[in-house]
Structures are given as structure tokens and as C-alpha cells.
């Protein structure tokens, strides 16, 4: 396969906006849209206009920014969401409807006919009312939609050439890469249009879902900073880039400027009110530290050894953690080196086996192997009794 020419549906300030933390004012949405845009994600979506009036004024706002990424609403399909979302000037829509039994009976009530009929009525509309806008539309919770069903109403509405891109999506993150990826591949090989990934991560499968949705032909993936969003969220961005860095570093870093995710992440996670997780892809605290002495020094030798990502490509550093029972001489010669301290190799290892003899005992901080280091290097071996 080749992934290079997929793009991003950043959809923080729309699946985030339905995170319980987030209340995001018209001036933190400016925000997180213009770093999203400096970040380089080719899409922005953002809540509907008719949610309330501050959010119709925003969308405005938004796509009136003259940002780099396009500007997209995420609406109903509804005659009157579509004209609203046409006056604020967006660049495209994301239209939705459930074609599961469970929305068409507890929410909208519409059986697989009245959905095609109302999907082509709207869509076929909003070509003539728009011709450039970029359309999108989606089925809600695919992957509990009759298959038949579902390939019914797509068949449908590609038949018609109005849409720009059909989106699938796991509303309940019930899929699974092998589902995601023989629903996507048989879309691919009976509609025309462009496929969007949208995918929620209750069990856990949201970014490997994501890439075989990639790897099946979809060429849109929708994510959300830190993941937020409904429940536990979807698709994180770092996490995406992340996979997809793994796959082809080249491509990721000329596409987006990696260095711009933890700044993200910093004004995400503060307006909403959580941290950014201690194990999040790229940005979490522990991120890019290594710890066991077997890490440690093959990590000094080559940080290839055990990393896949490249801390200084994100701008982040990599930290070896040297202050316990598992720590090896070799790291704490680096350590010994970054102080400016000169030990010879036999001193070091017996001071990492002072380090691990003590730490069998009490929690260690790098102040006090820093202090330990410094004491060996002026007085030499310690009275281990005092120690
Ligand atoms: C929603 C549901 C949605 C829509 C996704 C899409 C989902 O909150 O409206 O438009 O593709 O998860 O199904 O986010
Ligand atoms: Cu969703």
C-alpha cells in the first residue's frame, strides 16, 4: 500500500467539543483552530451551526480566519442544517445520518428507503445550492448496520455524483482492524468518492482501526487532540501520527509539524481540565523514558535500539531514568559525564551497585544519585555503614 496522500480531519472542535470537559469559548476555539492549522491538518471540522447561536457565529468566525486547513461544519441531513452551514462560509459539510437498527428505531425513526430517499433529496441539493462545497456523508454507526443496508445507501448516493467523500463510522468503537479493513475495501471497490475513518475507541482498537481503514483505500482519518470526544473519545492525533510515523517517517514529518503536538496538547488539555496522560502517544510524561540498565545502555549505544519514535523530531528529549534497584554503570556514566565528573568504568559499576544496594531499601531520587556521584568523585568510596 501507499499512504501518502491521506489527510486529517481534526474534529477537536467537534467530537471534542462533546468531551465532558469541554466548554470551549469562541477565543480557545480560535485557539486550537489556528494551531491546528499551523500543525498542518488539512481539515478542521467543527460543531454544527445550529447547535446554538454562539456556535453558528463561531463557525463564521472560524472559516472567515483564513487558515491553511479548510473549514468543515458537521451537520444533520437537513435542508435547514445545510442552509445555516452554507451562510457561514465553510468549506465543506460532513453530513450524518444513523443507518443502524438502533438509530433508525430509537432516534430517527427512518427505515433504509426513507434514509436514501431524504440522503438524495439533501445531498442533490446542496450540489445545486453549492456546487464547490466539499460533501461529505456519513452513516452513523456502520458497523452495527446491516451490511446489505449500508451498501444499499451508499450505492445509492454515489450513483449520484454529488458527494466528495463518504464517511464510515464506529459510533460504539465496536469494529475491529480486520472488520474496519473488509467494510473499507469493499467500499473502495463499489463507490467512487473519497472514504473517511471516523472511529471511537471504548475498545481500544480506535488508531489501529484507523490505519487499516488506510490500508484498505479510505484517505480521510477524523482524530481528536488527546482523543477527546464522546465517552473515551476516538482516534488520539498523537497516536495517528504516531502509527503513521511508523510506517513512513519521511511522509509524516513533510506533511506536519510534529514539534507543534505537545503545544497542542498543553492548550487541550488545560481548557478542558485534564492532564495530558502519563502514557500518551508522543507527549505523555514517560513517553521517551527508559529505565531497566539493559535499556539504558543500549539506548546510549544507539536510541534505535528500543525507540521507535524520535523524541527530537517531536522537539521533546528522550530521559533515562537512573535512580533505582534496575539502573547499570552505563547510565550512570552518562550521568557522570553530563555532571562533568570523571570516574573510571570500576568506580562506576561499584557505585551502581552502591545505587542498587540502597534502592533495594528506599526510593531513590536523581538528586541523590547526583549527590552520591559527586561525594565518590571527591572523597572516593563511601563508609557503605554511614551510606
Ligand atoms: C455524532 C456521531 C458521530 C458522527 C461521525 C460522522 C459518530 O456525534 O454525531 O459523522 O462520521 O461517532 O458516529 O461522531
Ligand atoms: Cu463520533
Redesign the pocket.
Known sequence: MSLENYAIIESTLR?GE?FVGADFNTADKIEIATALSEFGAEFIELTSPQASPQSREDCAIIANLGLKSKILT?IRCHKDDVAMALETGVDGL?I?IGTSSYLREFSHGKSIEQIIDLAADVLTWVRQQAPNIILRF?T??SFRSGTADLLRVYLAIDSLGVVNRF?V?D?VGVANPNKVFNFVSMLRKLTHADI?F?G?NDTGCAIANAYSALAAGATHI?TTVLGIG?RNGITALEGFIARMYAYDRETVMRKYDLTQLRHLDEIVSRKVGIGIPFNHFVTGLTAFTHKAGIHAKAVLNNPETYEILNPADFGLTRYISIAHKLTGWNAIKDRAVQLGLDLSDDTLKDIAQHIKSIADHKRLTLDDVDLLLFRWAKQGAPDLEAA
Request: charge should be negative; avoid cysteine.
Open positions: 467530537e462533546q458537521h460532513d450524518v456519513s452513523e454507526d464517511g463510522a459510533t473517511e471516523h471511537h477524523d464522546e
